[in-house]
């Protein structure tokens, strides 16, 4: 009889834990559905400007100082974004291109969540 209460316990904890974790999922979708264009739009530049200081911030001490950091964006009809991160820096063209790709996947860490958006990242090389 014990065994059987605990075993109860154990499911309606887990249950409970589920459907809150359930809940929690398809609050934050409802969310961004729920927010006007503007809100959106807001909510978007911001998670853009982070980006874009974490870039500069992360290249800097990586010794890249004063790195040109641009990011570009094109949103479809759907509302999928696809960004490009953009970097310029003199250091970064001398690197072997192996060096290049394992920083560009440096980088892709500072990328945010968005299951309806992609990053890509390049260097922009000069002459």
């Given at each position: 009889?014990?065994?059987?209460?605990?075993?109860?316990?154990?499911?309606?904890?887990t249950?409970?834990?589920?459907?809150?974790a359930?809940?929690?999922?398809?609050?934050?979708v409802?969310?961004?559905?729920?927010?006007?264009?503007?809100?959106?739009?807001?909510?978007?530049?911001?998670?853009?400007?982070r980006?874009?200081?974490?870039?500069?911030?992360?290249?800097?001490?990586?010794?890249?100082?004063?790195?040109?950091?641009?990011?570009?964006?094109?949103?479809?009809?759907?509302?999928?974004?696809?960004?490009?991160?953009?970097v310029?820096?003199?250091?970064?063209?001398?690197?072997?291109?192996?060096?290049?790709?394992a920083?560009?996947?440096?980088?892709?860490a500072?990328?945010?969540?968005?299951?309806?958006?992609?990053?890509?990242?390049?260097f922009?090389?000069?002459?």
């Amino acid at each position: 009889m014990e065994r059987r209460a605990g075993s109860f316990r154990f499911w309606a904890a887990t249950a409970i834990l589920v459907s809150v974790a359930v809940l929690s999922v398809a609050g934050t979708v409802m969310c961004r559905t729920n927010l006007s264009s503007e809100e959106l739009e807001g909510y978007y530049r911001e998670k853009e400007a982070r980006l874009v200081k974490d870039t500069r911030a992360y290249l800097n001490r990586s010794g890249f100082d004063n790195s040109g950091v641009m990011l570009t964006r094109v949103v479809d009809g759907s509302g999928s974004r696809m960004y490009t991160v953009t970097v310029h820096h003199r250091d970064i063209d001398r690197m072997e291109e192996a060096d290049r790709e394992a920083l560009a996947e440096e980088l892709a860490a500072f990328a945010f969540e968005d299951g309806r958006s992609t990053f890509n990242y390049k260097f922009l090389f000069t002459d």
